[in-house]
């Protein structure tokens, strides 16, 4: 009997399918993978043999991009599926997409879409474990991993932090799966927002702490995540202009100031300079921004190590 987290062949659909043990144990192994890519030759042949196909249906650069490398870094074949230039385009179902990459060997799907519940469908059609890398306003969990995991390699224990996310709420999957995962690990989470972009459920669902007030929301906060404005996902005119969003909501020296003093300056990004972070909080030496990127190839370098069962 052994009581090591079972990983072999499961998807990552959301953090809330992971208890915090098994969050931590995938943690631990992109520290490992984080070691990997410090080396002068970064690759390694635990994956050799193994394929892995990024089926990004909505579009993404880094995401993408991040998945690529990672299974590289593992010596994993890659197959990079990018809707514009494909079958769908010409109105091909997912389903029968699906069915055609899994003719080709595919091992593992790391899948973006617009609809949520697509990653569901994706292991659903083909049998093969899915990892999401965003499905609309629903989830992405390999964000999240690797915020948290960007935060405890600079502070050690999540419990008894104090986190505040700061944005469009309403429209983030980023801040849901981030939620579900910290509040695991023992976290103490505060959103912020306008009233328009805030979801009533969020503290019933997910036990955070909702704030209308920037001040307040970052009072003694050890953690402060600015969120993109999401202006694609904006239609229905909930906010009257982002110069109104700026003044009450921007990061910048004098708003950060009543978080404490040291504390991490995170975003997931892409950002939106001077909308939502002012560049002088951005690249101060507070942010960890550049290193959730880096530590974001760790991250989807563990799972997929995890998931495919690699050999070291």
Request: with cysteine; charged share 20%; hydrophobic share 40%.
């Amino acid at each position: 009997m052994t009581n090591t987290p079972q990983f072999l062949g499961r998807s990552v659909f959301d953090l809330d399918d992971y208890s915090a043990a098994e969050i931590m144990y995938i943690l631990e192994a992109a520290k490992g993978m984080k070691e990997i890519n410090l080396r002068e030759y970064k690759k390694i042949p635990t994956l050799r043999g193994k394929t892995i196909c990024t089926l990004f249906i909505e579009n993404s650069t880094r995401t993408r991009m991040s998945f690529e490398l990672a299974a590289s870094r593992l010596s994993a074949d890659v197959v990079s599926f990018q809707a514009n230039i494909s079958a769908l385009s010409k109105g091909e179902s997912l389903q029968d997409t699906v069915y055609t990459l899994d003719a080709m060997g595919i091992d593992l799907y790391c899948i973006r879409h617009s609809s949520p519940g697509s990653p569901q469908l994706v292991h659903k059609y083909s049998g093969k474990p899915v990892i999401n890398g965003g499905d609309g306003r629903h989830a992405h969990p390999t964000q999240a991993l690797l915020d948290i995991f960007s935060i405890w390699e600079k502070l050690g224990d999540i419990r008894g932090l104090k986190i505040t996310i700061v944005g469009d709420i309403l429209n983030s999957r980023v801040v849901r799966s981030n939620l579900i995962g910290m509040r695991k690990l023992g976290a103490e989470v505060t959103v912020c927002g306008p009233r328009t972009l805030m979801p009533s459920y969020m503290e019933e669902v997910y036990g955070c702490k909702v704030q209308y007030d920037l001040q307040t929301a970052l009072q003694d906060a050890d953690v402060v995540m600015g969120l993109r404005m999401q202006l694609e996902r904006q239609t229905e005119g909930l906010f009257p202009s982002l110069e109104e969003y700026t003044k009450h909501y921007v990061l910048s020296k004098h708003t950060i100031r009543y978080a404490k003093k040291d504390a991490l300056i995170m975003h997931p990004g892409p950002m939106n300079r001077g909308i939502e972070i002012l560049p002088e909080i951005a690249d101060s030496q507070q942010s960890i921004i550049v290193e959730q990127v880096a530590n974001g190839v760790a991250v989807r370098m563990a799972l997929m190590f995890l998931i495919l069962g690699g050999k070291v």
